[in-house]
């Protein structure tokens, strides 16, 4: 691994790069890359993407979906306001949206990881504050570690950070994270994705009871009002300690935000053409070609745009439950699989505006492609080795969807299916339903949270229908959605893995057997596999590019080789609408969500035009 300190000599960084070692421990930086020399230098003035002389002001009203009952974010009962992480809690460090893999201080002002990869230290910011007037120090850090690591947060938090063995303070503004084992990313998300809040916030009480006090926290942005279920407003804090910093200049601009929540996507669409929020990120192709068409948009009162990113695809599909049977058979999961048009699907109903995702890293490096290249063959003979179950399927061809364009059909797909499940024991008995030997039919319910999604789940049914089997779509409210996600209670659910460039602890929640028996875990596919848990535990160890690449590329044969999903689609791009007086930079990040970079770099041209806090041209801004 080559973690290079911009502050070391070009020698120096290239002979650490060779040798894939992490710098020395005295040599601490102001940022980090993981693999990479950090493409800002210190001191630099802001991020490309931003524009540093953004106008400060106005509001930004949002949409929320379903429904919110706590302020805290962290718990696993309850439903949280939207914007919170966002817009209330800060990270010791900031990733940069132009990288794969580059943090640069935040909430620290320098950071040190050791030569042994095991441990890392952090000193603070010496004006780092929480809104209440406190300095943000190392005894805050360690206590939102150990208080989202306890039983009372989510599980998730639990398993993400667990290859950290101690966090000691140093000093008051210094604290060293310890590690149980080389982890090749852990270092790195604890910068970035560890939430620090004050040890004020709920003090004296068990934290899954902080249900509605307003977070003690350091960001940009406080709660201004509250309307449980209905709308959360927040207001940017005119004392955020953070508002002149480098990592932070051109962010955070409009003076409040405002999420108002809608029952349904319909009633959502219908808001936003009616004006009652500014901007939406449009993941129904029906509503992108259909819904939002009308007198403001021809009039140039709503843009749409499509806005291009480089971000790996990941993956989303109907996740089949293989805790329950039949799901837990993989000739039963295969055969589902077949049954899905995906060709027909997007012409008549996606106007042809998606690509089908055969990866856990599609639109990555990482994506296994055909035959297993020698370094992947070496690291599956070295899995097999350690698990003597592991099957010779995984040494063939990577799976793919099946394709129901000529030469392909779906005939022909439904023919294997047939056989697939005649093989597991099920035949079509006299009233054409699929029945295992004691007569029970094959059944199941696929649970979603939107209606809108009936699209995708109604024509997968119909082609089961052919097969014999009953699937029927069973729409709930969010909440009682994510109450059955967490409570692994369904048999089919429609979910998404979102891809990082560069995995690492996430695969623990998702994919591990340990995480397959944690309820609120991301293991919604219920994964027990020791070649998996194998293959995750080298990956985490990986020491260079090239080898996570390799672990990633086997990691995804193992799980399509699982058939745990049947996979969806995606776009290669963020689809937005926004009213006119919403304005971007020119220049995009190249890996960003698309609310995240709303929320962090947008601004109001009513801002703009008034001359709020604007000291000198603006750069050029996008609205076309």
Not at 138 to 165: C, I, M, N, W
Not at 312 to 319: E, I, L, R, T
Not at 519 to 534: E, I, L, W
Not at 610 to 615: H, L, M, R, V
Request: overall charge positive; hydrophobic content about 40%.
């Amino acid at each position: 691994m080559a973690i290079v300190a911009r502050a070391l000599a070009p020698l120096l960084v290239s002979l650490l790069a060779l040798l894939a070692l992490p710098a020395a421990p005295s040599l601490a930086a102001p940022s980090l890359a993981w693999g990479d020399q950090p493409k800002y230098p210190p001191g630099f003035q802001a991020f490309d993407y931003v524009n540093p002389q953004a106008p400060k002001g106005g509001t930004l009203n949002l949409a929320g979906y379903g429904s919110f009952d706590k302020l805290n974010p962290f718990t696993l009962r309850g439903l949280a306001a939207a914007g919170l992480g966002m817009l209330m809690f800060e990270t010791l460090a900031e990733p940069s949206d132009d990288e794969p893999f580059t943090m640069y201080g935040l909430l620290a002002e320098d950071m040190a990881f050791a030569a042994d990869g095991l441990s890392i230290t952090f000193r603070l910011n010496p004006a780092a504050r929480f809104w209440n007037g406190d300095p943000v120090t190392a005894e805050d850090v360690r206590h939102s570690f150990e208080v989202l690591t306890g039983k009372r947060a989510h599980p998730r938090f639990r398993q993400y950070f667990s290859d950290v063995s101690k966090v000691v303070v140093v000093d008051p503004r210094t604290v060293r994270f310890e590690f149980r084992a080389r982890n090749h990313e852990l270092h790195m998300i604890i910068g970035m994705q560890l939430p620090i809040f004050s040890r004020k916030w709920g003090e004296g009480r068990p934290f899954d009871e902080v249900v509605r006090d307003e977070p003690i926290a350091s960001g940009p942005y406080r709660i201004e009002r509250t309307d449980w279920g209905k709308s959360i407003t927040y207001r940017r804090n005119p004392d955020w300690w953070a508002r002149d910093l480098n990592v932070r200049r051109g962010m955070f601009n409009f003076d409040r935000v405002v999420y108002k929540y809608f029952s349904d996507e319909t009633a959502r669409l219908e808001g936003f053409k009616a004006g009652e929020f500014d901007w939406v990120s449009e993941n129904s192709a029906k509503n992108w070609a259909r819904g939002h068409t009308g007198r403001r948009y021809a009039s140039g009162e709503i843009l749409k745009r499509e806005f291009r990113h480089s971000n790996p695809a990941g993956m989303q599909g109907f996740v089949l439950n293989t805790r329950r049977p039949p799901l837990d058979d993989p000739r039963v999961r295969q055969a589902l699989g077949l049954a899905f048009d995906f060709e027909w699907m997007n012409r008549q109903v996606f106007y042809g505006q998606y690509v089908r995702s055969p990866s856990y890293f599609t639109n990555s490096e990482m994506q296994a492609r055909g035959l297993p290249g020698p370094d992947e063959k070496a690291l599956l003979e070295a899995v097999r080795g350690q698990v003597p179950g592991l099957g010779p399927a995984v040494f063939g061809e990577a799976p793919m969807p099946p394709l129901t364009d000529p030469p392909g059909s779906l005939r022909d797909n439904l023919r294997r299916a047939l056989a697939l499940l005649k093989e597991a024991g099920w035949q079509v008995a006299d009233d054409g339903r699929l029945r295992d030997a004691g007569g029970q039919a094959l059944s199941f319910e696929i649970l979603s949270y939107s209606k809108g999604l009936e699209r995708v789940a109604d024509p997968w049914a119909r082609n089961l229908a052919k097969l014999g089997i009953e699937a029927r779509l069973r729409v709930t409210d969010p909440a009682l959605y994510q109450k059955r996600i967490d409570d692994f209670d369904y048999d089919v659910a429609i979910h998404v893995y979102p891809a990082s460039p560069t995995p690492g602890n996430e695969l623990l929640e998702r994919f591990s057997s340990a995480a397959a028996a944690q309820k609120g875990s991301d293991n919604v596919a219920g994964v027990r596999d020791p070649a998996v848990d194998a293959v995750i535990e080298r990956l985490l160890r990986s020491r260079s590019r090239a080898e996570l690449v390799t672990h990633a590329k086997v990691l995804d044969r193992l799980l399509r080789h699982g058939f745990y999903l049947v996979p969806h689609f995606h776009a290669p791009t963020h689809r937005v609408a926004f009213r006119n007086h919403l304005a971007h930079p020119d220049r995009l990040p190249r890996y960003y969500g698309a609310e995240a970079w709303l929320l962090k770099t947008w601004w109001s041209r009513e801002a703009q035009a008034a001359g709020a806090a604007s000291d000198g041209p603006t750069q050029r801004s996008a609205a076309r």
